[in-house]
């Protein structure tokens, strides 16, 4: 199975990476300096912007993935107009990139917890434009990641899940679930709510 990973380097990508080494995954990052630790847990690892939407449609097309895997944020930064701006215009551009190339399934990474005016519309934006790709679609809500290189060392509060069991999740879910909505967490282990 080829798939293409956006934000390959962020926490939930390097939780999950380490389940799909049976598969061909290229990994996405923006950071050169994250290149090496890619190809250390199995992807192979390209440099690029998803900005560049016609950078990014070159490494599709080479690619050709069988899956797209959106797991986009900004959080580095600390900005939450940064984090805004990557799930409404990165996501439009991997969105699109997925299309021009015939993908089959879409997999995108959301969130379980209540945001903000900003957060919440830019999140409903990239929901709603998965479940109108032309193949099969993924939106996978996460609790609040915790565990080693998260933002929360101990169990914050609910919904929450531990990142290796997020990466478990993540890659399980990509490979085997139908389509629809899922709430991961926990708790709940994983939910289909659509």
Request: aromatic share 4%.
């Amino acid at each position: 199975m080829r798939i293409l990973m956006a934000g390959a380097s962020g926490v939930l990508g390097r939780a999950t990476l380490p389940h799909l080494i049976t598969h061909e995954v290229v990994g996405l990052s923006r950071s050169r300096e994250e290149l090496e630790s890619l190809r250390k847990l199995g992807a192979e690892p390209v440099l690029c912007d998803v900005y560049d939407y016609d950078a990014l449609l070159r490494v599709a097309t080479c690619v050709g993935p069988s899956i797209v895997v959106n797991f986009l944020t900004d959080l580095s930064t600390g900005s939450a107009a940064a984090n805004n701006q990557i799930r409404r215009e990165g996501g439009t551009n991997l969105l699109a990139a997925a299309t021009a190339t015939a993908a089959h399934r879409l997999v995108v990474e959301s969130v379980a917890f209540t945001l903000d005016e900003d957060a919440a519309d830019a999140v409903e934006q990239l929901e709603q434009a998965t479940r109108e790709f032309a193949g099969e679609s993924l939106i996978l809500r996460f609790g609040r990641f915790w565990g080693p290189e998260t933002a929360h060392r101990t169990t914050p509060q609910p919904p929450a899940i531990h990142i290796e069991r997020a990466g478990a999740h993540a890659a399980q879910h990509l490979l085997h679930a139908p389509s629809g909505t899922y709430v991961v967490t926990d708790r709940d282990g994983s939910a289909r709510v659509g």
